[in-house]
């Protein structure tokens, strides 16, 4: 293996197919990013293009302190400082990351609706528990009424969501007493989710709000209403409609690649058609339709969110996270790679060029000019995913010479929703967290990590990842993971149960290995973050870790980040309270003042802060240390002294 800071990866199956991309002379994304450099002053969120008389760029003096009269003088045309600039710059990108989780969320609730009114019949409730438990939550009367009934009101209760002009979304109310009232008192809660990426979009406008604290006021209004609104949505309406996720093994990596078979990898971030396609490939007459091509069958894997999703739920394996996606068509064997929405290079067409695959856009929201387009019909999913398979078995037979499949792939249990975290800890009949508090209170578990986010062709692939939950782990905090960062650390092989004793620390490893869970607990998708906002309080109402989720031992971090959604799930988390560092880049760094603000003030307003730190290990010290500082405040800095029983003092205790 190469030198880890030089090589592309750290993951070998990724290298092998860099390796054979660079002989058949193939570009990639690492590629790409090697020749392209990064513009500095737009990485540091010092560039405004919101008006035609800029760009105007304002970065501060290289290796210098800036003196007052050149801080005054770094404005744009219309006068806009660094800090304004800087501050709609992120802004936006929290407006962009929180429409594209909603938009998800408000696609699932059409479906949902649709499956409610009875206008498509393949989709229906898995999870009636979950059902009722929404219908109890939002005022849905359910005495003698269907489950159908139940699930049209609430199908309209989500809509509204998205619209609703005043009040607070419903879903607040999920959050700790004490951190609702934080929000009330900030007036930073939620109206509607479309109103408030909406608001933000308009002062971020040309000559609109030129004041950071206030735009940033509107900047937490709607990644909250991402976290506790869109992301929420989705997540529950999902878990209603397909399933709550229980523990699943399966597998990850390329290596899951089939030669024999016809492989149909579904990339992307929305489950509905993905659903349909995990039963539709497996369907009898649509194999036999495979073999009659002369495959050995149909093998279903997934890329990025989307597959996460369909492992979660049905165990489809994954091909490879973020980065990996060109790779997959390089192995030569993907009859058909079919994507949705969100996290999808336009690369891929060049890509599947060199190959025979069929790039299949599936979504009216996101074409590929030159891919082909089979768009998923939401009143018959059945007939798109078959329609779909039957094109990827119909491609089998163009496979040519050049297939060569890494053979790596690596096991993994994921599943771990609020639910069954609960069960697991407390048992079917006592579900609780309290032995996951109980643990905490008394030092065997440090604390909890939420580590997250993409993977960044500016770094490493998986490389910080890995480090930064091996450092956690090492210290006894446990990890929950979600998106390309869970892919990671399940490729590294730390999502299986027997990882507990290699990796972790003796009072993690303890309890891992008496509940019989993996240290790092995968909790699905990117939208799936909010099922970490939910467990945190959880730990929070289970009671002796404080009374508000910046109370708890808790810290997050996305070390790879590079989406506009990322950048919204981190202000969440902050507004969450919970301290939040990030790796990589961080894109306020052109104006000390507002970043200031991000990474101190915010503290004192939300009880949780930015940070950005790109060394892994550094960065899992500074959690560790906040995590630290947490448990001194809770008055459990100090381990309860572990003492062995042997049998006398066993019999006294009986006696
Ligand atoms: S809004 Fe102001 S700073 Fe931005 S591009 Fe226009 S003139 Fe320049
Ligand atoms: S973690 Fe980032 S790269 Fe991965 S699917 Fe989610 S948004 Fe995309």
């Not at 919101?50 to 006068?79: D, W």
């Amino acid at each position: 293996m190469p030198d880890e800071k030089q090589a592309k990866s750290i993951d070998p199956a990724t290298l092998e197919m860099l390796a054979k991309a660079s002989e058949e002379n193939i570009s990639t994304v690492f590629d790409r990013a090697d020749k392209l450099k990064a513009c500095p002053i737009g990485a540091d969120g010092s560039c405004c293009k919101n008006c035609a008389m800029g760009p105007c760029r304002v970065p501060p003096p290289k290796g210098k302190e800036e003196t007052p009269k050149e801080k005054a003088a770094r404005v744009g045309v219309c006068g806009a400082t660094a800090e304004t600039i800087s501050a709609r710059n992120f802004c936006r990108m929290i407006a962009a990351g929180s429409a594209s989780h909603s938009d998800h969320g408000r696609r699932v609730v059409e479906a949902f609706k649709l499956m409610a009114e009875g206008k498509t019949k393949d989709f229906e409730i898995k999870d009636e528990q979950k059902l009722l438990k929404l219908a109890l939550d939002m005022g849905v009367p359910i005495g003698e009424r269907s489950n159908m009934e139940i699930a049209l009101d609430i199908a309209k209760i989500c809509e509204a969501e998205f619209g609703r002009q005043e009040g607070e979304l419903y879903f607040i109310k999920n959050a700790p007493l004490k951190r609702q009232e934080i929000w009330r008192k900030l007036g930073v809660v939620p109206r509607g989710i479309d109103r408030e990426v909406v608001e933000l979009m308009h002062r971020t406008h040309t000559g609109v709000d030129q004041d950071y604290r206030n735009l940033m006021l509107q900047g937490v209004r709607a990644a909250l209403a991402d976290g506790w609104g869109g992301s929420m949505i989705a997540t529950e309406i999902q878990d209603v409609m397909f399933g709550t996720p229980t523990p699943t093994l399966s597998e990850i990596n390329l290596g899951v690649l089939k030669e024999d078979m016809v492989n149909v990898i579904i990339h992307g971030h929305e489950p509905a058609l993905a659903e349909m396609l995990a039963v539709e490939s497996e369907n009898p007459e649509m194999v036999a339709y495979a073999r009659s091509k002369g495959a050995a069958g149909i093998n279903l894997a997934g890329m990025c969110c989307t597959a996460n999703e369909i492992l979660m739920r049905h165990g489809v394996p994954i091909a490879g996270n973020y980065l990996q996606q060109e790779l997959a068509i390089i192995t030569g064997a993907v009859d058909a790679m079919v994507v949705d929405v969100q996290c999808i290079m336009q690369g891929l067409l060049e890509v599947s060029r060199c190959f025979h695959t069929r790039l299949i856009n599936t979504d009216n929201r996101a074409k590929i000019t030159g891919a082909e387009y089979m768009p998923f019909d939401e009143l018959h999913p059945k007939d798109s995913a078959r329609a779909i398979i039957k094109a990827a078995i119909d491609n089998f037979p163009n496979r040519r010479d050049n297939v060569r499949i890494p053979h790596i792939k690596q096991s993994l249990i994921a599943g771990f929703s609020h639910e069954t975290i609960n069960y697991l800890l407390g048992g079917l009949f006592r579900a609780s967290y309290r032995p996951l508090n109980d643990n905490i209170i008394n030092g065997r578990i440090r604390g909890l990590a939420g580590v997250v986010g993409c993977n960044n062709a500016r770094t490493t692939h998986d490389s910080a990842h890995v480090t930064m939950i091996k450092e956690l782990l090492k210290n006894d905090v446990l990890v929950l993971s979600t998106g390309c960062a869970a892919m990671a650390a399940a490729k590294a092989g730390l999502m299986v149960p027997e990882s507990a004793a290699k990796f972790c620390g003796p009072g993690l490893a303890e309890v891992c290995e008496t509940v019989g869970i993996p240290p790092v607990l995968h909790l699905g998708s990117c939208v799936d973050n909010s099922r970490i906002l939910i467990a945190a309080t959880a730990v929070v109402k289970d009671g002796g870790l404080g009374d508000d989720i910046s109370d708890l031992p808790a810290a997050g971090a996305a070390p790879e980040w590079m989406s506009e959604k990322a950048i919204a799930i981190g202000q969440y988390f902050v507004a969450s309270g919970v301290y939040t560092v990030f790796g990589t880049t961080f894109p306020t760094m052109g104006s000390k003042e507002f970043t200031n603000h991000l990474f101190k003030d915010m503290e004192e307003m939300y009880g949780g802060k930015w940070d950005f730190q790109p060394d892994p290990v550094r960065a899992a010290q500074l959690m560790i240390a906040h995590i630290d500082k947490k448990r001194k405040a809770l008055g459990i800095d100090k381990a309860r002294e572990r003492v062995l029983y042997d049998m006398a003092m066993r019999r006294e205790l009986e006696g």
